[in-house]
């Protein structure tokens, strides 16, 4: 089972409560996650929320959501936080303020499955 962690803290520190801003009509999340589901990678995709403001926004939506501590310090340390709640042997970390990554990317993401590893993350130099 693949399962797709969207990281979102609502306490950005350059750019204040950016998981609630608006894109091009609608919440930035709600691109992100319309983005992870369509990719057909994924049997489940779940938000991992730090604060209640931003659970009502992907609940507005009808995105699935887990509360996490206020106290992670990444993206990685709330999907660390939630994997115990999933039966999955793959983690996809793709972080909520990234509306823009493809489906080619995770394609290519995922062709490392296998090397041992059970969280992926894209990154770029």
């Given at each position: 089972?693949?399962?797709?962690?969207?990281?979102?803290?609502?306490?950005?520190?350059?750019?204040?409560?950016?998981?609630?801003?608006?894109?091009?009509?609608?919440?930035?999340?709600?691109?992100?996650?319309?983005?992870?589901?369509r990719s057909g990678f994924f049997d489940e995709v779940v938000f991992a929320v730090d604060h209640e403001r931003t659970a009502a926004l992907v609940e507005g939506f009808g995105a699935p959501y887990q509360?996490?501590?206020?106290?992670?310090?990444?993206?990685?340390?709330?999907?660390?936080?939630?994997?115990?709640?999933?039966?999955?042997?793959?983690?996809?970390?793709?972080?909520?303020?990234?509306?823009?990554?493809?489906?080619?990317?995770?394609?290519?993401?995922?062709?490392?499955?296998?090397?041992?590893?059970?969280?992926?993350?894209?990154?770029?130099?």
């Amino acid at each position: 089972m693949t399962v797709c962690i969207i990281p979102a803290r609502l306490n950005s520190t350059r750019f204040r409560e950016k998981v609630l801003c608006q894109l091009l009509g609608k919440p930035m999340l709600q691109h992100v996650y319309e983005a992870a589901t369509r990719s057909g990678f994924f049997d489940e995709v779940v938000f991992a929320v730090d604060h209640e403001r931003t659970a009502a926004l992907v609940e507005g939506f009808g995105a699935p959501y887990q509360m996490t501590s206020v106290s992670c310090e990444s993206g990685t340390d709330r999907l660390i936080e939630l994997r115990d709640r999933f039966d999955a042997n793959i983690f996809v970390n793709w972080q909520g303020d990234e509306p823009l990554v493809s489906s080619a990317m995770i394609r290519d993401l995922l062709q490392s499955v296998g090397d041992g590893s059970d969280i992926w993350t894209l990154k770029t130099p």
